[in-house]
Nanobody
Framework: QVQLVESGGGLVQPGGSLRLACAAS????????MAWFRQAPGKEREFVAG????????YYADFVKGRFTISRDNVKNTVVLRLNGLKPEDTAVYFC?????????????????WGQGTRVTVSS
C-alpha cells in the first residue's frame, strides 16, 4: 500500500513563499505520475500541478501562472511543490496524489493514492 505524507504548509504573508514536500513509501515511486491538488473551504478539490514519471513533463493549472513549480526526486521518493508569489486565494489544504495508469491527469478521480494534506494559509 502506497503512503503519501505531505509537509511544509503554514501561515505566510501575501507575496511570500513556501516549499511543500510529499514523501512516498510502500510502492515503486517512479512508476506513478504525481500531482498536487488543493481544496479551499467550501470548494471542490482542484488540480494545481502534475509531473510525469521521469519528471520530464510538468503541467500547471492556469491560476498558477508561473508562480508554482513542481519537481520530483525518484531516488528520495519525493515530489515538491514550490509556491511563490502567494495570494490570499491560494489558501487551501494542499494534497499530494499518485496515479498508476497514464497521467498526470487533471481529474482527481483518476488518482489512486492520496496524502492527508498540508494546510497553507496566506494572510497578513
Amino acid at each position: 500500500q502506497v503512503q503519501l505524507v505531505e509537509s511544509g504548509g503554514g501561515l505566510v504573508q501575501p507575496g511570500g513563499s513556501l516549499r511543500l514536500a510529499c514523501a512516498a513509501s510502500g510502492g515503486i515511486f517512479s512508476a506513478y505520475a504525481m500531482a498536487w491538488f488543493r481544496q479551499a473551504p467550501g470548494k471542490e478539490r482542484e488540480f494545481v500541478a502534475g509531473i510525469s514519471r521521469a519528471g520530464g513533463r510538468t503541467y500547471y493549472a492556469d491560476f498558477v501562472k508561473g508562480r508554482f513549480t513542481i519537481s520530483r526526486d525518484n531516488v528520495k521518493n519525493t515530489v515538491v511543490l514550490r509556491l511563490n508569489g502567494l495570494k490570499p486565494e491560494d489558501t487551501a489544504v494542499y494534497f499530494c496524489a499518485g496515479q498508476i495508469l497514464g497521467g498526470p491527469s487533471q481529474r482527481r478521480d483518476e488518482y489512486n493514492f492520496w496524502g492527508q494534506g498540508t494546510r497553507v494559509t496566506v494572510s497578513s
